[in-house]
């Protein structure tokens, strides 16, 4: 059996200088579904995980 760790948690609003760490999430999840996509799609995709649109 694992045993589970508990971390606190804040919840916030993001800020401009959380973009990187966005993008890295946003990318990360979108691997693990990158078969669904095809090439345009992902292409798409990727250009939204640019700075510009995360902080828009």
Avoid: C, H, N, Y
Avoid at 22 to 37: P, Q
Wanted: proline residues 4%; negative net charge.
């Amino acid at each position: 059996m694992s045993k589970l760790s508990t971390k606190e948690v804040t919840i916030r609003f993001a800020q401009p200088e959380d973009t990187e760490q966005i993008k890295s999430v946003i990318l990360s999840a979108g691997e693990t579904g990158r078969e669904d996509f095809d090439e345009a799609g992902w292409i798409r995709f990727i250009a939204l995980t640019q700075k510009e649109p995360i902080r828009d």
